[in-house]
Each structure stands twice: as C-alpha cells, then as structure tokens.
C-alpha cells in the first residue's frame, strides 16, 4: 500500500507489524499465526480488523490460511489473489465450509452493538413497523380467557394463523389449505425444516450466486454441498446455468429467493418463475423458495411466488413476518409441498411447537386487517430509503462503483472499484462505529472480495448520510491507485 | 388368540381378516400389506389399531416388516417373536432409524385429539400451572414502552431472563454466569443445539434404555448411532455398564436425565451423579444432561444437577419451563459448558433467535418471585395424582403387573405381563378414546414390548378412574393366557 505509515489503517497497521516479524524471523514460514479471536483480545481491536489483516498478508503473499485450522507464515511471497469475475457458468458443487474468517464476519455482524449505524443486518426500524398495535393485540389475547400457552400447540401450527394465512396466500397466486401450511420459528426455522425434509448430508443443492449467508451457514449445518449459479441483479437466477447445472450434477434441491433477492434485490419476471418450477419439476428436484421480500415490492405491486406455477408439489414455500411485521416475534411458516409428512415428522423431532402466545397475536392482526395498510406505508417508506441511500452511495463513493438497483425489498449490493477490499472496508467502518456486510460472506467460495451489501432499512438521516460519506471515503483511500 | 370371533378386539378382526386372506392365497407370499395409513384411512380405525394388527399378523408369523418399506406377506409361519429381557450388558451401538410403526405410534400421540383421556404424552393440565399470572404479566410486558417483539433477540437470548436462570442455577449447584447459557425454544431445541454442537453425523450416543422417545427422533435426524445403557428404576442410568460401553465403543456423548428421569422416574444419587460426570470428563465424552424435571421432586427438595460437579466445561445441561410453568410458551435453556462457542453459532443458523415477549414474560414472573411458592403447589399435586394413579393400576391391572415408583416427575412406566402387547393396549385404548404411550417406543431396538407409560400429569378423577378400570380389563383380555 503506497500510503505512509502514520495515516495508515488499523487493520494495514497490525498487517505492517506482522509483516516486519516475519521479515526479520520472528515469525517463522510455517509458523501459525494467533488466532483471530486471541489477535482481537490482545489488541483490543475488532476481530474484522484482524480478518482484514490478515487477508492483506495473505495479499501480499506474507500469509497462507488453512481450512479450520487459521493463518500460517508463508514461505515464499505470492502474487495478489485477483478478484473473481462473475463465470458465465456454474462452478462445480462444492461442500460448503465456511472459512472461519468469514464465519466471525458473519458473528460480528450478527452481534452488531447498540450505537452503530445500522447499515449491517437486514431488517427495518422498530418506528416503521406497527408494533404498538402488535402489541396491544398480544395483551389483549393474553388476557382473555384461560390465555395461551397452557398446552403445547399443535404440531402444524396455530389452526386460527395458518388460516389467515391460506386467506394471504390468494395473494401470491397460490391456493393452499390450512393443512397445506406448517407455522415455524421465522424463515431461518423454515428452511432447516425444509432442507431436513429434502436433503441427506452430502447432497447438492443450487444457489445464487451472490446468495444471503445465512443459506450457506444452513448448508454447512446440514452437511451439504452448494453449487452457485449466476445470478442476474434485475432478473435473478440465471435459468441457462441453472438448467446446465442440473443436467451436470445431481442437484437434490434449488434454494433461490425469485422475489427481491438478497442481497441483489432482483425479481425473477413470472414467465422465468413458470420455467424454474417446470425445470425441477421434470426432474424430481425439490425447489425451496424463500419469499420473505414478496410482500415489500416497491411500486406496490405483490409479485406471485414461484409456488404458483407448482402443478405437483415439487415447491416447498417460505415465508415470515421478520421483515415486514416483527422481527421479535418470531412468526414464519412452509407450504411444504408433496414433502409434507416429511417436514411435520421433522418439525416434531426439530421443534416439536412454536410459541401459542405470538402466534395468536399476529392472526388477530391479520384479522383485523391493518396489515395491507401497514405494507402500503412500509413499502413507500423502503422505497424512498433505498433510493435516498443509493444517491448517498453514488455522491460519496470512489468512481467506478456499481450499486445495485433493487425493485424490492431493502438491502443494496454495492460493487467497489476492482481490487477494493469489501472486508477492510468492512473493519475500518467497524472501528468507526458503522456496520456493513462485505461481499465474500454472500458466496460459499469467498467471491465478491471487492462487495459490501448496505441495508436500508432506516430512515434517511444526517448520521446515516455522514456514515455513508465515511464509507465513500474509506472505499476512496482502500481503492488501488490507477498507474499513471 | 383363543377368544371367540365376536369378542375379539378390533386389531385382532383385522389380523384374522387379512390372515384369511394369506390363508386363501388371495395376498401372496411377499406380497406387500397396504401401507398403515392407507389401511387406517380405508377402514376407518386408528393407525394404532393397524400397527397393532400387522404387528399379530407378525406374531403368528404370517407377515414380516421390512425397514423403510413395509409389511409383506411371509412365505412360511414362524414362531411367536419372544417378549426380549433387559440386558446387564449394553449392546452394540446402531444406527438409530426408528420403525415406521414406533414413528407412526409417536405421531398418534403427538396429535391427540381433544376429548382423548390424557395419559399419553406428559404434561400437566394448564389448571396446575400459573398461566393467569403469566399471561398478565405478557400483557403488562407487551405494553409498556414501545414493547418487545421490535428487533431480532440477542443471539444468546433475553439477558434479562438469562439473570433470572443464573440466579436460579445456585438451586441446581450450579455456579453460572449469564454469558454461560444461552436460550432456547424449549428443551428440544437445546437438545439438537447440543447433539449438532457436540457430535458428527455417524457417532455413537449412549443412552438410558427406556429412554424418552423424542431423543431417539433427534438421533435420528443427526444421523447418530445409539448404544442403550440399563437404566435402574430408582437409580438410573447403570454406571458400570455405561463405563464398559465407554470402553468399548467410540461413545461421542452420554445424553440422559438424572432427575426424575422419563419414564423410568428414577433419581441418580449424588455420589452416582459424581461419578458420571468423572467417568465422560476422563475420557473427554460430553454430557447432555436433561434436567426438565429438576423442579419436581415429590419430597419437595431440588436435586443438585449432575452438572454441579462439572470441573472441565464437559457437561451441557439442558432445561426449560415447559413442565412446570407453560408448555406454550416454549422457553428453555442450555448452559454449553466447552461448547459454548459452537452452540452459540450453531444457534445463528438453525434458531436465529427466540421470541421476544415469551422470553421477557418468564423472566417478569421469575423476577417477582412467585415462581417457587407455585412449585411447592406444585410438587403437592403431582405427588398425590401419582399416587393415586399408581392405586388405581394396582386395583385394576392383572396379576403379574409392575409400576414404577417415580421420586419426582408425573410419568408411570408400567411392565405388564410378560406376552401382553402394550401396542395392542394403546391400539384397543384409542379405540376408547383413551391415550397413553406405548412401550416399544422408548427403545430404539423396540424393547419393552409388553410395557406402557402413563401420564399422571392430570388431577386424579372418576373419569380417569374409569378410564385406568378400562385399561386394566383390556390388558386382562389381552394378557395370555396360562396354561392350565
């Protein structure tokens, strides 16, 4: 790095240390380094500075990782590992193991402290959501009568939510029975079900390619393997790979989210969506279709899930209030399909019930039926922050970077200028108090070194436009400088 | 069966129907029987009732089961499959793949139908339990402030309910910090957080043998192998034949319930409980300790955990609020010990997190303090509804018939006479709208065949009374007969 000690970065400054050990042999070739999580106690920094310390090393050919097993001395310096380009066709089916860099990536996000700017997780303020009336509705159903939570609910779930949520489910273009529905703890609860019921360890299973990271943990957690399809950031998954894909290994499931994709925010045009169900369909594949983004379109249209196109159960459906009601709550469902006995038996092994109490309430707001007004303002209210953040993005961030333009959903993908290290950028804005998500945590073979993913799902603020001005500045200063 | 046709049970008409069948060549030798729910469908019985009476057909050696696919017609009669004896010495460890018909037998008690006597699966009756009070204290909850449910719970869980368990821990002999615990959807989640924690797909569990069902359903679904230790019905698990196990097999984890252990009801002492701990520390096994029925000693005292003489982190106990306080709620715990950094991330991706107001409402109750005045009542009730169950068997069962004697806990684990089918008692029980658990079930090698639990988790009435009177005269009936 050209820049001269004294304003160099944390993260460039543990990296100079380490370097100058090994320079002089205090650290010898083969030596491993101290672990991340040791490195970040000792010196009182992020464990994303030491991450993005390391990698530098490993930039400069100082350092080698080694699966499960940290960082070591390198023998001999390398050349820089260059930044993937997006391959017109599928890798080959890998097993996915996540590297424990990104793996404490994704711990860091997801312990995200209080004070930060919230640029990190994906889920909207508190102030965008009706949780007074959410609230006042789960007093009032805790009040009445004997209360709930007395006995264990039904192994399907609430009869009186997944009622509501056959009625909804008109709506997405789907016709479904209470009895077609199984209620589960949020999506995340959903899709271990839904991968139990489909998959034995070992199987293949197609993802986007960037996918949201908590697939690939999913993957890993089931002793699966993931093969990564190209991903289109207007239309989603590329249906082309993905046909090759099949015929080239033995898929056993696609895990793709065809409505407002995280982290692109694409829509998969309906005719595409009839296609992909046709596609697993003739040859057995299971199709699991996460449609948490389906209700937050933001022309206010209510885009029909891939499940509507399904002739013979082959789509196993996946929703949850998460993103547009509660995140606390907790309240998620799976329309499973013909794998139905399957993900009860699971749910009863799994989870065996989900909470009476929460459940109740979100049916009764489903009721009442303020929720479509609710998403009316919620959708206008993402729209108008995506597009504010996305001219924040454009004012403030180095030339030559990309950012995604969503058509739901609330989260932007922003592609920094070749060879700009999503991870450091990810450490420098942690020590400065903004959390991101960088782009190497969305790929189960560390691709898009040079991302970062931005959520907005807080309203525009001076603070929020300040932080996105720091991170301009910080991708300006980490951006390699042009030869001359 | 030496009765006459029109009193024969409804299995048995089944059996003798479908053996007629066999006899007159109208279903060949290796035919296929109808699947168990078709057959339950097409005549309108329970699917007990089918099991039931494939599993005669099997005793006079007309059919066979075949793993994953079935009943089929045997070429030649065999004879009576004898009733197996408990073992000194534990066998070798299997891969658990539970029955289709144990799994089916499960799922009939799991889905209860109201109106059903409830002796099968154990809980107790929301009378028992101080759901006005909690409930008031969730409506409290969820109106003051902005209230809960607005943001995704800290992955470890509510601190504030995390407080309240730590405090409560010095009860168990349990020094905990509330870092050290993490919270989970009842005690089945904590259990698979544990077993995907601590073990890989292929390794050896030792359990107690009976062992309660639902632990060999989450086997299962990890892909682990079990080794089924003897267990005492005062003592518990056998140390000396866990200890020879441990020496012979490559026992990953130990996962049993000191207190009050289901079905059995025994309670390991102390010193026994010490020596436990020392035996899987040595050899660097985990513990998973159940401790769900800790609170419910019927002399009113709390058993130290086995955990309490954990010195080395090797001990995962597990807990929750689902026996004592509100099955739907669904709030329990694991304290990891060594594994609490694994368990923490495992918990990122097959939990996320736990509800918000559940959470908060338990730790309000836990708080104000009336939680151990309503366990005293508590522990009383229990008590005597188990006593008064354990009379009512005594009166009314045949000769030969043996009961448990549980110190803590509300299940009876009954031995009938040697021959006696306890799926046959459910089956003929269902049929009478009464529910218990049959005995094969609690093995993962279908042992105790002529064994049944009841739950005495509900007040003793004249209902269940007569409800214990039917079930002895169908075990009568059904017992057989000596030779003169």
Redesign the interface.
């Known amino acids: 790095m050209g820049r001269a000690k004294e304003d160099a970065f944390l993260y460039e400054k543990i990296a100079d240390e380490l370097g100058e050990m090994i320079a002089r042999g205090a650290l010898r070739p083969g030596e491993r380094l101290p672990s991340v999580r040791r490195m970040s106690e000792e010196r009182g920094v992020s464990v994303a500075t030491v991450v993005a310390a390391y990698q530098l090393l490993e930039h400069r050919g100082a350092a080698e990782p080694r699966p499960k097993s940290g960082h070591f001395v390198r023998a001999r310096a390398g050349a820089d590992t260059p930044v993937p380009t997006t391959a017109r066709r599928a890798p080959a089916p890998t097993r996915v193991s996540i590297h424990a860099d990104a793996?404490d990536l994704?711990?860091v996000m997801?312990?995200a402290r209080r004070g930060q700017v919230p640029l990190g997780?994906a889920?909207v303020a508190?102030e965008l959501?009706p949780?007074?009336k959410?609230?006042?509705i789960?007093?009032?159903v805790?009040?009445e009568g004997?209360?709930?939570?007395?006995?264990?609910?039904?192994?399907r779930g609430s009869l009186q939510l997944r009622r509501q949520l056959a009625r909804r489910a008109v709506r997405w273009g789907v016709a479904l029975e209470p009895d077609e529905l199984v209620t589960t703890?949020?999506a995340?609860?959903a899709l271990?079900l839904a991968l139990?019921s489909v998959t034995r360890?070992g199987d293949v299973i197609a993802l986007e390619s960037p996918t949201y990271f908590?697939f690939m943990?999913?993957l890993?957690?089931h002793?699966l393997r993931a093969i990564e399809i190209p991903t289109d950031p207007q239309t989603g998954l590329d249906l082309d790979a993905l046909d090759d894909a099949l015929r080239r290994a033995p898929v056993r499931a696609v895990l793709c989210s065809p409505n407002f994709q995280n982290p692109l925010g694409a829509r998969m045009p309906d005719e595409q969506k009839e296609r992909l169900v046709k596609m697993v369909a003739r040859r057995g594949v299971a199709l699991i279709e996460d449609d948490v983004y389906g209700d937050l379109a933001h022309d206010g249209s209510r885009p029909r899930a891939a499940k509507s196109f399904d002739r013979d159960g082959s789509v196993l459906l996946v929703g949850s209030m998460?993103k547009t009601l509660?995140?606390?709550?907790?309240v998620g469902w799976l329309a499973p399909g013909r794998w139905d006995e399957a993900v009860?038996?699971?749910k009863?092994?799994?989870?065996?019930?989900?909470?009476?109490?929460?459940e109740m309430a979100v049916a009764e707001l489903l009721d009442e039926g303020g929720y479509d007004r609710h998403l009316r303002r919620l959708r206008r209210a993402i729209a108008d922050q995506c597009a504010r953040y996305r001219e924040a993005i454009a004012r403030s961030f180095p030339e030559g970077t990309r950012v995604s333009r969503p058509q739901g959903g609330f989260v932007l993908w922003v592609e920094l200028p070749q060879g700009t290290s999503g991870i450091a950028l990810q450490a420098e804005a942690l020590e400065r108090g903004i959390a991101i998500a960088p782009g190497p945590i969305f790929s189960a073979r560390q691709r898009f070194q040079s991302c970062i993913r931005i959520s907005t799902g807080f309203p525009f603020s001076p603070r929020i436009e300040r932080a996105i001005a720091t991170l301009g500045k910080i991708a300006e200063e980490l951006a390699p400088k042009r030869a001359a």
Chains 1, 2 share one sequence.
């Open positions: 793996d994704i711990q997801l312990q997780c889920y508190t959501l949780l007074r959410l609230n006042a789960l007093a009032q805790a009040r004997g209360g709930p939570g007395g006995e264990y609910a039904d192994l703890l949020g995340t609860d271990n139990a360890p908590a943990r999913m890993e957690h002793g998460s509660a995140p606390g709550y907790r009860v038996r699971k009863s092994a799994m989870t065996l019930a989900c909470p009476t109490p929460t």
